[in-house]
């Protein structure tokens, strides 16, 4: 079945070490996105690539970076976690990006920052 | 700044009866809405959307309608059923800007 795939589910890190998450999709979608969503928040938009075209969104904090190597894959580096930065990241994918382009979202990575 | 509210953050209804959740918005230049639904541990799956220039848009047991002046849209379920119990998000675009609200909780009683 096509799908999103995050890996991993859970991941554990220490304040400041950095830490990577990664996304994979199947859908062959031009465009892939990450969102942050807090405790009994609603998901935040942090960045988006169409195909190799980076758009980050203006709040997202310089801590949040994003790599998109290819078509499949995509990540989400977190160069010094803080504690506030404790969530689940939310990757999802779209074949465009207009309004009407459904987003296909994986299952998430709660992160855990010690 | 919230630009999509929902402001139940949990709703239960009876098995067979019907759920109404609802959502607001503060952004006139939204023209896509969209429901979003969640179990745990999975990510959300899409349920309906609606686009701005239509009041309704129905799809089996879910209904969504959308009022514009009132900048308020809201998803019924009818009959609801005990699978259905889930976080459902609203979701309002306009390009790609894409904003989610906090989430109803719905609990379908058997």
């Known amino acids: 079945d096509a799908m999103v795939i995050q890996n991993p589910r859970y991941q554990v890190t220490q304040f400041g070490k950095p830490v990577t998450l990664s996304c994979s999709q199947t859908?062959?979608?031009?465009?892939m996105y990450w969102y942050q969503q807090k405790s009994s928040q609603a998901p935040k938009l942090l960045f988006h690539y169409y195909d190799k075209d980076f758009n980050n969104e203006a709040d997202t904090p310089d801590n949040f970076q994003s790599r998109r190597p290819n078509t499949s894959f995509c990540f989400l580096d977190i160069r010094s976690p803080g504690l506030g930065d404790a969530a689940m990241y939310l990757c999802?994918?779209?074949?465009?990006?207009?309004?009407?382009?459904?987003?296909?979202f994986g299952p998430g990575t709660r992160l855990t920052v010690l | 700044d919230q630009q999509v509210k929902q402001n139940s953050p949990s709703l239960s209804v009876q098995e067979g009866r019907i759920s109404i959740l609802n959502c607001d918005y503060t952004n006139s230049m939204f023209d896509y809405f969209l429901w979003y639904k969640k179990y745990p541990a999975e990510g959300p799956t899409f349920l309906i959307s609606?686009?701005?220039?239509?009041d309704k848009n129905e799809d089996g047991r879910f209904t969504v309608f959308l009022n514009k002046s009132a900048k308020h849209l809201s998803l019924h379920i009818v009959p609801s059923q005990p699978g259905d119990s889930a976080v459902y998000f609203c979701?309002?675009?306009?390009?790609?800007?894409?904003?989610f609200g906090t989430g109803t909780s719905l609990t379908v009683i058997p």
């Open positions: 979701a309002a675009t306009t390009g790609n800007q894409f904003y």
């Open positions: 999802a994918t779209s074949r465009g990006a207009a309004s009407t382009d459904t987003q296909y």
């Open positions: 609606i686009s701005s220039i239509k």
């Open positions: 859908l062959n979608h031009n465009v």
